[in-house]
């Protein structure tokens, strides 16, 4: 995948306050089941190159960059074999992510589409 010309994408995903602890929780999940992630990523066709964490007044914001030779070949979640790291990371969403704040520019020039939902 890294012998193509590499595209970079930037999302911005708003979080309950309070979410550090959770998401440095994930990142080590990550960093001890790199091969989860990494064999997801493959099969998605796209993978995060960094991630930032921001605490806000009102919401903290999690940064994502992520990288692809074809951001319009990318499948979704129901078109890859999962692992836990799937299970993981839904956690992660499901408790995190503030849903009814993520607004289509937060996305734009990234890895939204308007046809995946983003499911409560």
């Known amino acids: 995948m890294h012998t193509h010309s590499l595209h970079t994408r930037l999302a911005r995903i708003p979080l309950k306050k309070g979410s550090r602890k959770k998401f440095e929780d994930l990142v080590a999940y990550m960093k001890e089941h790199y091969d ?13 190159d960094s991630v930032f964490y921001e605490e806000g007044t009102e ?26 790291f ?17 607004e289509a520019e937060h996305f734009m020039e990234s890895i939204w589409d308007p046809y995946w939902e983003i499911s409560t």
Request: with cysteine.
């Open 59 to 84: 919401q903290d914001t999690l940064w994502i960059t992520s990288k692809s030779p074809a951001w319009d070949m990318i499948k979704g979640d129901q078109d890859i074999e999962t692992t836990h």
């Open 36 to 48: 989860e992630y990494q064999f997801e990523s493959s099969q998605k066709g796209y993978w995060w």
């Open 86 to 102: 799937r299970k993981v990371y839904d956690v992660f969403r499901q408790e995190c992510w503030l849903v009814e704040r993520l």
